[in-house]
């Protein structure tokens, strides 16, 4: 059965504490991402990975953190610099496309960070 | 910076009507416009995408319309039914080879019976 799995599906964080979502995917994509939903304002990219032990920072990066040591993981941690984390994380991949085409991204279900 | 705008914000429309979402972006760079579903609590589905050679794609009762001069693509739901209140994002994608998607804020639909 192949997908993207989130977990945990609810997090709790505490003050000046760092938290890491989980995103694990078998579906032999090379490309994956980590998105933040907020109520009306859509989807902002926070980093992406496009192979292993390589990534770039998003629109949103800062207070975040990843890494990509293996082609199915992709964890993201929220340090305690992100003063506003409470959002809806979404964890996607995708296969490189060819030159002039493009792949689709397929998401995970979601982790909902909660700030105590 | 917006690049992609979308509206309306929500859209109540009655079952067996026809829904219509709309974006417009500014970025030529953009070569691949998907249309993702998302329902309470999920993530996001690909509906639909159009690339900029065709002006409409029509899958079941779902057709996107692509007006390249204008910079406009809008999202059509024929026979709109309960089952498709959802979350409606469209995207844009440049072909820089990493596959970044921006995304609209999102068109919250609900079909009434």
């Known amino acids: 059965d192949g997908g993207i799995t989130q977990s945990p599906k609810y997090l709790f964080r505490k003050e000046g504490q760092n938290v890491t979502l989980s995103c694990e995917q078998n579906?032999?994509?090379?490309?994956m991402y980590w998105y933040r939903q907020d109520p009306g304002q859509g989807l902002r990219l926070i980093y992406y990975s496009q192979i292993v032990n390589d990534f770039q920072k998003g629109d949103i990066a800062e207070g975040y953190s990843v890494s990509r040591e293996k082609k199915e993981s992709f964890p993201l941690t929220v340090t305690s610099a992100q003063k506003n984390p409470t959002a809806f994380y979404l964890c996607?991949?995708?296969?490189?496309?060819?030159?002039?085409?493009?792949?689709?991204?397929?998401f995970g279900p979601g982790t909902r960070l909660l700030v105590l | 910076q917006q690049q992609v705008k979308q509206s309306p914000q929500s859209l109540i429309v009655q079952k067996g009507g026809i829904s219509i979402i709309n974006c417009a972006y500014e970025n030529t760079a953009f070569d691949y416009f998907p249309w993702y579903q998302q329902f309470p609590g999920k993530g996001p589905a690909l509906l639909i995408a159009i690339r900029p050679d065709v002006s409409e794609k029509k899958e079941g009762r779902f057709t996107i319309s692509f007006n390249k001069s204008a910079k406009q693509f809008s999202l059509h739901i024929m026979d709109s039914q309960p089952g498709d209140s959802a979350t409606y994002f469209c995207a844009a994608r440049a072909n820089f080879g990493n596959e970044k998607l921006t995304f609209g804020t999102g068109t919250r639909l609900t079909i009434i019976p």
């Open positions: 996607a991949s995708s296969r490189p496309g060819l030159a002039g085409g493009g792949e689709t991204q397929y």
């Open positions: 579906l032999n994509h090379d490309a």
